[in-house]
């Protein structure tokens, strides 16, 4: 097998509202016991992409916590594991925060191992890609640079804001935003394959160039002078780049339709593991198409809802189409529909909420 790096890139404009208001979109809560970051790990560890880095753009406490030393994800610490890889100096200087600066200052992590390729994935697109798959493609092809997209049909509702890309002869031509007036559209899934030296080369270029300049501004900048490869990617993959979408596809892993396609017993989803008791059912628990994490104690009717671990429904509460994360208490009788409730929030007092075309949000820790 080729000897592959692997860096998880969380420098996207990506937000998620209140959500990302103290973390950052890759440790923003998922189903109720995962981190929207586990998706990316979980594919490097079962590519046996063994030594991952994860640049860090902000907030990175919650990733600190969550990610540790990388063992929940069945990543050799003797021959690699996860590196945390933070850009302190440029951590609040606006354009200066970008994935090439925080390379640039840790350019030992590039430099020290001596894989041969470097695969760079981003977390908020969450797939089930093999990147052994990626990656030999890559090397068949001969390319030193190979970049990922998908074919959609719905570019005009999703992938708002990020790049498509225009192939012939197997090779992306040009690279520019998509701002949702097609629906059809080769659309970047921000993945892609370097040679080792053509990373550090083209870094080298970008700097001369601009300060501003990111790794998707090099790349759509020598795109006419550099072979760069398209693969089509022809799997599982949503992108979630918005409050609405973070809503969206979590409802949609409600349908067993759509969550098979990523859990998986040949392709295991990895998370950092509590101790937390089983899921408590009482006398008056219903519970219809939804997921419930452990830890959790259920007394209330609860339909077509993510509910996180630790998660209170007091008895004939009605919890329908929401998502609750850690910790939240619902007070008996309480009704809310359509509510993304943060982390150790207390329904108590007004005990009616929906949140009617957009999904409410109550910020963490409040009080309502």
Same mark, same amino acid.
């Given at each position: ?228 490869? $398209? ?12 409050? $609405? ?82 910790? $939240? ?40």
């Amino acid at each position: 097998m080729a000897r592959v790096l692997g860096i998880v890139n969380l420098h996207s404009h990506v937000s998620l509202k209140g959500l990302t208001n103290t973390r950052p979109v890759a440790s923003v809560s998922f189903l109720g016991r995962y981190g929207i970051i586990d998706f990316v790990l979980s594919n490097m560890s079962n590519s046996q992409i063994e030594n991952v880095g994860v640049l860090i753009k902000e907030k990175p406490r919650s990733l600190f916590k969550h990610l540790g030393n990388g063992n929940s994800w069945n990543f050799n610490s003797k021959s690699g594991g996860v590196s945390l890889l933070y850009n302190e100096k440029f951590a609040n200087e606006g354009k200066y925060n970008h994935d090439i600066n925080n390379i640039k200052e840790n350019i030992s992590f590039l430099k020290k191992n001596q894989e041969d390729y470097v695969v760079i994935a981003p977390a908020h697109i969450i797939t089930t890609m093999d990147y052994r798959e990626l990656v030999d493609a890559h090397i068949k092809t001969g390319a030193q640079i190979t970049m990922v997209y998908q074919s959609v049909d719905s570019a005009d509702e999703q992938f708002i804001g990020s790049d498509y890309v225009r192939v012939k002869d197997g090779c992306v031509q040009e690279i520019r935003q998509n701002k949702g007036n097609r629906k059809e559209r080769d659309v970047s899934l921000e993945t892609y394959v370097f040679n080792r030296e053509t990373l550090l080369d083209l870094i080298s270029q970008a700097e001369t160039m601009s300060s501003f300049f990111d790794l998707r501004d090099i790349l759509a900048y020598v795109c006419d002078e550099r072979k760069i490869y $398209a693969y089509k990617y022809k799997g599982f993959a949503r992108n979630i780049n918005s409050f $609405a979408e973070y809503y969206k596809v979590s409802m949609e892993f409600l349908d067993m339709n759509v969550s098979t396609q990523v859990f998986k017993s040949t392709w295991p989803i990895f998370t950092n593991t509590n101790d937390t008791p089983p899921t408590k059912y009482l006398k008056n628990a219903q519970v219809k198409k939804s997921f419930i994490a452990n830890g959790a104690i259920v007394d209330g009717y609860v339909e077509g809802s993510v509910l996180s671990r630790n998660v209170i429904v007091g008895k004939d509460a009605v919890v329908k189409n929401c998502i609750v994360l850690n910790g $939240a208490y619902i007070c008996p009788g309480a009704t809310i529909e359509n509510v993304i409730i943060d982390k150790d929030v207390r329904i108590q007092h007004k005990t009616s909420l929906n949140g009617s075309t957009e999904p409410l949000y109550i910020k963490e820790g409040d009080i309502v």
